[in-house]
């Protein structure tokens, strides 16, 4: 049995969380749609500290991620979203050879890199770090919401692209036998999430469960960033 309890809620209740976290989804796309691109601040920072590497989830882009960023740049560090990712629908080994390909244009900075991803980017982060970590610089991932083992739900998705979360797809099952690289991950979750049905908790890895109910109610919640905070510093 999981040490993090799962919300068991009536099909009320769960309709209620369901339908709130769709509708922060369409304010999260709306932003997005109105400011593209990082600003400009997110290239300085203190260089002693991590550059943050942003990598959302399918179907988004950095905007997911920028509560967090925001804070994390006025903490000092430095934010990097790398571009040419679209809405993160590719599988998941093709855009980590995507990333390995820009990152390697580009020094690694002297304090470093980490990754801070939500969902499907926690996938790709897992990937990097575990085939490219040494070579990129890349120190630890922070993985929001992310489905490590998989999702049930993802065999009935209309969307085929949507159903590399299958549990037994190749790369969830590889990733999923793998745990070198799982005492540096940080996997971040809430109490229900309708997206991740089975759960965000890695072996081995630091799991922190957060009192929040929603895929991404999550991004925006005050104990999450702090979750953040201290990953970023353990």
């Known amino acids: ?3 993090f309890p799962v919300a068991r809620p009536s099909l009320v209740q769960e ?5 709130a976290d769709f509708i922060e989804s369409a304010r999260l ?13 997110y290239r300085h920072g203190d260089p002693s500290k991590p550059t ?10 950095w905007n997911f991620l920028r509560v967090i960023a925001d804070a994390l740049n006025e903490d000092g560090y430095r934010i990097a979203a790398v571009g040419g990712l679209g809405y993160n629908l590719l599988p998941i080994a093709e855009t980590a050879t995507r990333l390995t390909r ?3 244009a ?11 991803a939500h969902s499907k980017g926690g996938l790709i982060g897992k990937y990097l770090l575990r085939a490219h970590g ?3 610089g890349i120190e630890k991932l922070t993985a929001i919401a992310t489905p490590f ?3 049930r739900r993802a065999r009935y998705m209309l969307d085929p692209r949507l159903r590399i979360f299958d549990p037994a797809d190749e790369t969830i099952v590889q990733l999923g036998a793998d745990a070198s690289v799982n005492p540096r991950i940080t996997s971040i979750f809430g109490t229900f999430d309708a997206q991740v049905p089975d759960g965000s908790v890695l072996s081995e890895a630091r799991n922190v469960q957060v009192p929040v109910h929603g895929h991404f109610k999550v991004l925006s919640a005050p104990e999450t960033l702090a979750a953040v905070r201290q990953s970023l510093t353990a």
């Open 1 to 3: 049995m999981s040490d």
């Open 15 to 19: 309709a209620v969380w369901t339908t």
């Open 29 to 41: 796309h709306a932003e997005a749609a109105l400011h593209p691109n990082p600003p400009e601040r």
């Open 52 to 61: 943050v590497l942003l990598l959302p989830g399918v179907y988004e882009t």
């Open 102 to 104: 820009a990152l390697r």
């Open 106 to 116: 580009l020094a690694v900075p002297s304090g470093g890199r980490v990754i801070l």
């Open 134 to 136: 040494t070579e990129l």
């Open 149 to 151: 083992a998989g999702s």
